[in-house]
């Protein structure tokens, strides 16, 4: 029997057109969301693609999350989530259209960059410390081990990671009875400097300052704030760019 090119052409449309409407259609309409850098930005703070979620490519198939963050950052797309209940994510890569402006590609790029870097560092060992916090308390890999460590990286002009105190501050009491859970953020700025700046905005994690080393070298930050979750063997579990993912992820962890 034969088969016409036609017919061809149009299961091929149908299998696509199947497999995005398994997982639900986009959320906002991709084309509309690149018209004007300022409505993408609008929709980019909602992107969470530290989470866990299904990673769909241009014609829907589904792929690896490293290969989703891959083409991010060195494609020519952008992620547009589709339609499902709240706590799950579905993800899929939509092209960029010619006149966007290019300033939104600039920026995927970079987002797409950042994600898949810490992806990779997700399942390797935290590089070695020797910490001394504002207190004089010594902490070290040796001394945190049996323990889930939640490390926030930040410094004193860094808004977003000021912004965050609060609901920051809400986490560690919301674990106060956890014993096996330790809350501990690196901040660039000085001893002196820090205890100035945390007695007007304090925050309730140990403080460890003068890191700025210790983050650019051993952890290769470029972002601000970046969040660590240190399984209890001493294991990157998470690399999270903001408390909502944090939240999230530290709720599965804790009942691994």
């Not at 930005?41 to 989470?51: A, C, D, E, H, P």
């Not at 690896?64 to 952008?78: H, P, R, V, Y």
């Not at 945190?144 to 977003?160: A, L, S």
Request: with cysteine; hydrophobic share 40%; net charge positive.
């Amino acid at each position: 029997m034969k088969i016409s090119f036609t017919t061809i052409i149009a299961f091929l449309i149908f299998a696509t057109s199947f497999a995005q409407n398994k997982f639900g259609n986009p959320e906002v309409d991709p084309i509309q969301i690149q018209k004007t850098y300022e409505q993408w930005t609008v929709y980019n703070k909602g992107i969470m693609l530290s989470r866990d979620f299904t990673a769909l490519d241009s014609a829907s198939k589904e792929i690896s999350k490293e290969a989703f963050l891959d083409q991010l950052a060195n494609g020519n797309f952008i992620p547009v989530r589709l339609k499902s209940e709240a706590n799950i994510y579905v993800y899929k890569l939509f092209k960029i259209q010619p006149k966007t402006n290019t300033s939104i590609k600039a920026t995927i790029n970079q987002i797409g960059f950042d994600a898949y870097k810490n992806y990779k560092m997700e399942g390797t060992a935290f590089p070695k410390f020797s910490f001394k916090d504002l207190d004089g308390n010594l902490v070290t890999n040796e001394s945190m081990k049996g323990k889930i460590i939640v490390i926030k990286c930040w410094y004193i002009h860094c808004t977003p990671c000021i912004r965050e105190f609060p609901q920051v501050n809400k986490l560690v009491s919301e674990y106060k009875d956890r014993n096996d859970i330790v809350f501990m953020s690196l901040a660039e700025d000085s001893a002196e400097q820090l205890k100035t700046f945390l007695a007007r905005k304090p925050l309730t994690y140990s403080v460890i300052p003068d890191m700025k080393v210790y983050m650019n070298e051993s952890l290769q930050l470029n972002s601000f704030p970046t969040h660590f979750i240190i399984n209890k063997e001493g294991m990157i579990a998470k690399v999270l760019p903001n408390f909502e993912s944090l939240e999230v992820a530290l709720a599965k962890e804790t009942k691994l």
